[in-house]
Every structure is written in C-alpha cells, then in structure tokens.
C-alpha cells in the first residue's frame, strides 16, 4: 500500500483531535474529487513500517487514527488496513477509529477491518449534492458509529 500523506494534528476528519492517514488508491473516481491526486494507488511513498509506527506513535497524544484517501478500501489496500487497524486497536483500545470509503456499507459490511472501525462515513463523493452536514463531503454520504460484537459488526447509528 501507498499514502500521500498523514496529519498528526487534525480536527476536521472525525471528532476530537486526530491523525489522518490519505491512502493513495481509488477506482471511484467521483467527479469533482478535491483527492485527484490519491487515485493512483501507485501514487505516493510506500507505507513502510517506520511510517506505521509514526503514525501510531502521534495517535499516542490524540483522540484516535482517521483514515482517508484515495480510499482505505481499495482491494490493495485492504490487507495493510487491516493490520493497522489491528495494531491501532490493541495499542489504543479506548482511542475511536474513522474511515472514508466510496463504497456503501451494504457492499463492504462483511470486511473483518469493519470490526475495527469506530465510525465510517460511505458512498461515493456527489459534487451535485452539496452538504452542510459534519464529516461528509456530499449529501448522499452517511455516517455509522459501528461496534463489534461477539465478532459481528452492528451499526448504532447512522447520521
């Protein structure tokens, strides 16, 4: 897997204080996509495990990890993902875990990463339906707060 970049200090991709990881990699290419340049999942640096750890280390002083792209679940990125999320959840079992996909979450329900995400905000970015709504880049976009029970991930609540 690639990445384009992380933040270690971030307070507009999720609640509280955050690091965010932008994954390179995405076949949805929506229209009007302000992340043109994570498509590719080519594009970027390689995620090595010094960056792993980077990145885990920042979460130390934070709210939790957030994840973005490109899209973390893009079929490549799918096995890095779900190591990091594992890693991020038995370093940080009380720190919440935020990702941005372009799928639905009826397409992707079944992933094991799902058992490891807090909150995950889906659908494919609508450049013509505009939102004012928190953590979505276009109306059509829906937040779930997931937990995972007994191996099962169950949705909460979607917002």
Not at 4 to 16: F, I, K, P, Q, S
Not at 52 to 67: F, K, M, Q, Y
Not at 122 to 133: A, I, S
Request: glycine fraction near 8%; charged fraction near 25%.
């Amino acid at each position: 897997m690639n990445y384009d970049r992380y933040y270690t200090c971030d307070l507009v991709n999720g609640e509280g204080i955050r690091v965010t990881l932008f994954v390179t990699g995405c076949q949805h290419a929506c229209e009007g996509c302000y992340n043109r340049s994570t498509w590719d999942r080519k594009a970027g640096r390689p995620f090595t495990a010094d960056i792993e750890a980077e990145v885990l280390n920042a979460c130390a002083r934070h709210d939790g990890l957030s994840l973005s792209g490109g899209d973390p679940l893009h079929p490549q990125n799918r096995e890095a993902i779900l190591g990091l999320c594992r890693r991020f959840r038995a370093r940080y079992p009380d720190k919440t875990l935020w990702m941005w996909t372009g799928y639905l979450f009826e397409e992707i329900a079944d992933l094991e990463i799902l058992r490891y995400v807090d909150v995950l905000v889906d659908g494919k970015y609508r450049q013509d339906l505009p939102t004012v709504k928190p953590w979505r880049g276009s109306d059509n976009q829906r937040v779930f707060r997931l937990a995972c029970q007994d191996g099962r991930v169950e949705v909460m609540s979607v917002f």
